[in-house]
């Protein structure tokens, strides 16, 4: 079996996951992980599936690409298998006047605590700009790490919080 990473970017419409998720079926392929969102308009997701050859995948996509309103990419990843969080999992909300560098500042401040960034998303409405982020943290540095993005934070002029996150209850 073949895993693959599939993109599709493109101007928003209804019916874009049930066409793309219709076309994979189809051809036998298993949702693995998938992220949708739509961004100032735009449609974006990615997910990994188990099954054809890329070459099929991309074929049976092309018709949804017809006339430049859908990207669709496709390409072969190794399969991680099951792994263990790296760290402590976390959450950092920043919120405040939007500016330049906002992500870029506060995600060096993880990165370099050696946090690994799992999800992370960021919304501006009128002037105000929201980052939510979910963090593996290595053990016992969460203390430190707050300390860093609350002077990150200061110099920038927005808000930050970093609070342990909620199991995933099903």
């Known amino acids: 079996m073949n895993e693959l990473a599939i993109t599709v970017i493109g101007r928003d419409r209804p019916g874009i996951v049930a066409d793309v998720a219709e076309v994979l079926a189809r051809l036998g392929a298993n949702l693995t992980d998938s992220t949708m969102t739509r961004l100032r308009g735009h449609f974006a997701m990615t997910l990994v599936c188990v099954g054809p050859a890329a070459a099929d995948v991309e074929a049976a996509l092309a018709p949804l690409s017809a006339g430049g309103q859908l990207l669709a990419t496709v390409r072969e990843v190794t399969a991680d298998g099951e792994t263990a969080p790296a760290g402590e999992?976390?959450?950092?909300?920043?919120?405040?006047?939007?500016?330049?560098?906002?992500?870029?500042?506060?995600?060096?401040?993880?990165?370099?605590?050696?946090?690994?960034?799992?999800?992370?998303?960021?919304?501006?409405?009128?002037?105000?700009?929201?980052?939510?982020?979910?963090?593996?943290?290595?053990?016992?540095?969460?203390?430190?790490?707050?300390?860093?993005?609350?002077?990150?934070?200061?110099?920038?002029?927005?808000?930050?919080?970093?609070?342990?996150?909620?199991?995933?209850?099903?």
């Open 89 to 170: 999992p976390y959450v950092m909300a920043v919120h405040g006047a939007d500016r330049m560098g906002i992500v870029a500042a506060m995600t060096r401040v993880l990165a370099d605590a050696g946090g690994n960034v799992t999800d992370l998303s960021t919304r501006l409405t009128g002037s105000l700009y929201v980052v939510v982020a979910e963090v593996e943290l290595p053990p016992g540095t969460a203390d430190g790490v707050a300390g860093r993005l609350a002077s990150t934070a200061a110099d920038l002029g927005v808000g930050v919080s970093l609070r342990p996150a909620d199991p995933d209850v099903l």
